[in-house]
């Protein structure tokens, strides 16, 4: 999955308002950010295997430390902790947490069977949803709709970049998923690793489009209550 990961992040601003949108990508795709890493360390490894599904070139060998279950709770653990440790704010360590597991549950929706339950484990699932262009496409592109949908809800602009940083970022992001079916597969397991850290660049940009927009849903009015008569 791609795009419905964004859609967490940005939905996710609403159950924890306070929460920075950089930190929601960086967590709702930090298995996906970490992945490529384990790739060029040599700890996990893909291989590209044109027409292995219709939406998806790639047979993910072995990557348990990214992608197995337990694993994905355990960095939601560790990540929503230290986010807590750092900013003291409940509710936005548990979204972050579950942010990042919610990684692997979408996931587990398009991927074959090839998901570990935990680092090691024999048993490999995966819904399977890759096997359509047309119904993965769908599932992801609606996601993403309602992701924004929520988040343009929850957040108003405060000055023009606070809209065009977002638009800017969605276009990219739609760039990439739908170039992704147009364009021949990685060259090699190598580039394919490299391109993928590309995905770290969403972090500060969602850092920036936060800090151009400010929070409409639960926040204080600007008004002191005082003042605002009878
Ligand atoms: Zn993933």
């Given at each position: 999955?791609?795009?419905?990961?964004?859609?967490?992040?940005?939905?996710?601003?609403?159950?924890?308002p306070?929460?920075?949108?950089?930190?929601?990508?960086?967590?709702?795709?930090?298995?996906?950010?970490?992945?490529?890493?384990?790739l060029?360390?040599?700890?996990?490894?893909?291989?590209?295997?044109?027409?292995?599904?219709?939406?998806?070139?790639?047979?993910?060998?072995?990557?348990?430390?990214?992608?197995?279950?337990?694993?994905?709770?355990?960095?939601?653990?560790?990540?929503?902790?230290?986010?807590?440790?750092?900013?003291?704010?409940?509710?936005?360590?548990?979204?972050?947490?579950?942010?990042?597991?919610?990684?692997?549950?979408?996931?587990?929706?398009?991927?074959?069977?090839?998901?570990?339950?935990?680092?090691?484990?024999?048993?490999?699932?995966?819904?399977?949803?890759w096997?359509?262009?047309a119904?993965?496409?769908?599932?992801?592109?609606?996601?993403?709709?309602?992701?924004?949908?929520?988040?343009l809800?929850?957040?108003?602009?405060?000055?023009?970049?606070?809209?065009?940083?977002?638009?800017?970022?969605?276009?990219?992001?739609?760039?990439?998923?739908?170039?992704?079916?147009?364009?021949?597969?990685?060259?090699d397991?190598?580039?394919?690793?490299?391109?993928?850290?590309?995905?770290?660049?969403?972090?500060?940009?969602?850092?920036w489009?936060?800090?151009?927009?400010?929070?409409?849903l639960?926040?204080?009015?600007?008004?002191?209550?005082e003042?605002?008569?009878?």
């Amino acid at each position: 999955m791609f795009l419905g990961h964004y859609a967490v992040a940005l939905a996710a601003k609403r159950a924890a308002p306070r929460t920075s949108l950089g930190t929601l990508i960086f967590a709702a795709q930090w298995l996906d950010e970490l992945w490529p890493i384990l790739l060029l360390a040599g700890v996990e490894r893909v291989r590209i295997v044109p027409g292995l599904m219709a939406a998806n070139p790639l047979d993910f060998v072995s990557y348990p430390i990214s992608h197995s279950l337990l694993m994905a709770i355990v960095w939601g653990a560790v990540i929503g902790g230290i986010y807590f440790a750092v900013r003291r704010y409940v509710s936005g360590a548990w979204i972050v947490g579950l942010a990042v597991v919610s990684h692997w549950v979408l996931d587990l929706v398009v991927h074959r069977p090839d998901l570990p339950l935990w680092p090691g484990s024999t048993t490999r699932v995966g819904l399977g949803l890759w096997n359509s262009i047309a119904i993965s496409a769908a599932v992801e592109i609606i996601l993403l709709i309602l992701g924004l949908a929520i988040y343009l809800r929850t957040t108003r602009a405060i000055d023009w970049i606070g809209n065009w940083a977002l638009a800017a970022m969605v276009g990219l992001l739609l760039v990439v998923y739908v170039g992704g079916f147009f364009g021949p597969p990685p060259k090699d397991e190598h580039t394919l690793a490299v391109t993928t850290l590309v995905l770290w660049v969403f972090i500060p940009w969602g850092y920036w489009i936060d800090r151009h927009r400010t929070v409409v849903l639960g926040s204080r009015p600007s008004v002191p209550i005082e003042l605002q008569g009878p």
